[in-house]
């Protein structure tokens, strides 16, 4: 998600400094990982963009491009991701037991080739409200997957919509989104966002700041209806921002604080179960 105009990045020597770091350090995990196993021709097949080139004894694997692209984006842009480097460390530390996976992102902005580069191999898509946004991003990263969302609701609805929706049977019944007859559920995202059994989500976008803003709570809700309607495991959601009162009282209320695996400042991250392969309450 873009920033909003009066928001002036902080730390920004200190975040730069920590996200070209963390870069870093994902890849000399996976060379050393890669040099040091006696299969690491095996394994770099399934990496397309691998490429070896063999000087004598010695071995050469070129950075991923998207790697490449993030290292030097953040390297020389003096703009960051709205997420501090505590945040970013929460949705890291779960990247790196399950990536590559499929992961979802409600927002395209400054922290987008971050997740990409983090979920090397994977499937990692977004979903974008503004339009001109979108082809701004894509000019410049031509490889990020994105998908135009229309909201059809404001932030001053949001109390009425948790007070109704909380009490209504239609949205606590776990089916595929598109089925489902609760008024937070969004029918219109790409046919990919319903076929796919997500991995990770995260949730930062729509906009969410003034009152005539589209406000998160139909994504919040639509993630945790996902969540659950997955054929089996479990998929790690994540929600930024829940300082504001929407994103804190929907992610309660729609991803349950039974579910609540870890908050670090503004990022909350919940571990939702399967309800499809065995019976479950919406919250536990």
Not at 183 to 209: C, F, N
Not at 220 to 244: K, P, Q, S, W
Not at 260 to 268: A, K, S, V
Request: charged share 20%; with cysteine.
């Amino acid at each position: 998600m873009k920033l909003p105009k009066s928001q002036s990045p902080v730390n920004l020597k200190l975040i730069l400094t920590c996200s070209f770091a963390v870069l870093l350090l994902i890849l000399i995990l996976r060379s050393t990982s890669s040099s040091s196993s006696s299969s690491s021709s095996t394994s770099l097949e399934n990496v397309s963009t691998a490429q070896d080139i063999s000087l004598g004894s010695t071995t050469c694997t070129k950075i991923p491009p998207s790697l490449s692209e993030a290292l030097v984006h953040y390297a020389t842009s003096n703009i960051t991701p709205q997420q501090t480097i505590q945040e970013i460390s929460v949705s890291l530390k779960i990247l790196q037991k399950k990536s590559p996976c499929n992961f979802l992102v409600f927002g395209l902005g400054y922290d987008s080739l971050l997740w990409t580069s983090l979920n090397h191999g994977g499937l990692t898509v977004f979903l974008e409200e503004d339009k001109s946004w979108i082809q701004q991003i894509q000019t410049k990263f031509p490889s990020l997957i994105s998908h135009h969302v229309i909201y059809d609701t404001v932030i001053t609805q949001a109390d009425d919509l948790l007070r109704t929706s909380l009490s209504d049977k239609e949205c606590t019944t776990v089916t595929n989104p598109r089925d489902s007859k609760c008024r937070l559920a969004l029918k219109g995202l790409p046919k990919e966002v319903y076929e796919v059994e997500w991995d990770l989500i995260m949730v930062d976008a729509p906009t969410g700041y003034h009152d005539g803003a589209p406000g998160r709570m139909s994504a919040v809700y639509t993630a945790g209806l996902i969540a659950r309607n997955r054929e089996d495991g479990e998929t790690d959601v994540f929600v930024h921002d829940v300082n504001r009162v929407v994103e804190d009282k929907f992610s309660k209320g729609f991803l349950c604080e039974g579910y609540l695996t870890q908050q670090e400042g503004r990022l909350r991250h919940f571990t939702i179960p399967s309800h499809r392969t065995r019976s479950r309450p919406f919250c536990p």
